[in-house]
């Protein structure tokens, strides 16, 4: 299967989706499967993997219903409070509904630290054991603490989202280039190609800026252990499904059938057990 790893679904909200500003006019609408499927029909992909967007438990619960409704969801990438005093108890519940592969935390908004903090430490350790995943959101400037985070659980399976949002609009590189090769060791450690148009200009972009840095996540995960994910419709901010999707399949062209199916589907359904 051809697996778009990365998308998100929402009823638009003005105060649930607040991070959604006025320059972001575009995506402030409602964004359902019957929007996304005819684009995965479009493009050859036979699923996807749907990723919160808000933080609260009702969020997951709505793409589990969503994915119930929608046999092309092969997967639900939700959240939980991995702090909780419960959390044990909450995950072992979770782990009933098998549409949920995994959980994701909004750690981009949070202060340096929160990656390494304790309570958070213990919630992430009683995932492996469920044969839960857990999503990186990162900015660039949070990954050394990240790379101390995982280096913590060896035996957590972990994927770095949009990789890990360099500043491409600036055409900066060097820095988050020196960091993110030290993941290569890391074999627990995947990497997201997703996300990468939002991270230049929104407006004006050619291929051939994306391509350093896929050079740099290629070096350092292989072909074994990076993933294609839309972001849509976040994507939509910089370009159409087929904008973003043409950025990968392009740089790929020449890639073996078998490395093009790992990337664009089996990674993500080995990774996931989609």
């Not at 998308?7 to 649930?16: A, E």
């Not at 093009?260 to 057990?273: E, S």
Request: hydrophobic share 40%; charged share 25%.
């Amino acid at each position: 299967m051809r697996i778009d790893a990365h998308q998100h679904f929402w009823k638009y909200d003005p105060i649930k989706d607040d991070w959604i500003t006025d320059e972001m006019k575009v995506i402030k609408n409602d964004f359902l499967p019957e929007k996304l499927y005819p684009l995965l029909q479009e493009t050859n992909f036979q699923g996807c993997v749907a990723v919160q967007a808000s933080q609260a438990i009702s969020e997951t619960e709505y793409l589990v219903a969503l994915a119930k409704e929608n046999i092309f969801i092969k997967g639900v990438v939700g959240w939980i409070d991995l702090r909780a005093d419960n959390i044990k108890e909450q995950l072992t519940r979770a782990s009933l509904t098998k549409i949920v592969k995994g959980f994701r935390h909004i750690a981009q908004a949070e202060p340096a630290g929160f990656l390494l903090g304790e309570k958070f430490h213990r919630g992430i350790s009683e995932l492996s054991g469920l044969n839960f995943t857990y999503d990186i959101l990162i900015h660039e400037n949070q990954l050394l603490e990240a790379l101390a985070f995982t280096k913590d659980f060896p035996d957590q399976k972990f994927v770095m989202n949009h990789i890990a949002k360099p500043n491409i609009k600036a055409k900066s590189i060097e820095q988050w280039k020196r960091v993110i090769q030290q993941y290569a060791p890391l074999e627990n450690v995947y990497c997201k190609l997703s996300g990468l148009v939002t991270e230049n200009n929104w407006h004006q972009w050619k291929e051939e800026e994306f391509y350093p840095y896929i050079d740099v996540v290629l070096s350092t995960f292989g072909t074994k252990r990076i993933m294609y994910g839309s972001d849509w419709p976040v994507c939509l901010l910089a370009g159409s499904y087929k904008n973003q999707l043409s950025i990968l399949e392009n740089y790929f062209q020449s890639y073996s059938v078998n490395e093009k199916d790992d990337i664009f589907g089996n990674n993500a359904t080995r990774f996931y057990t989609l």
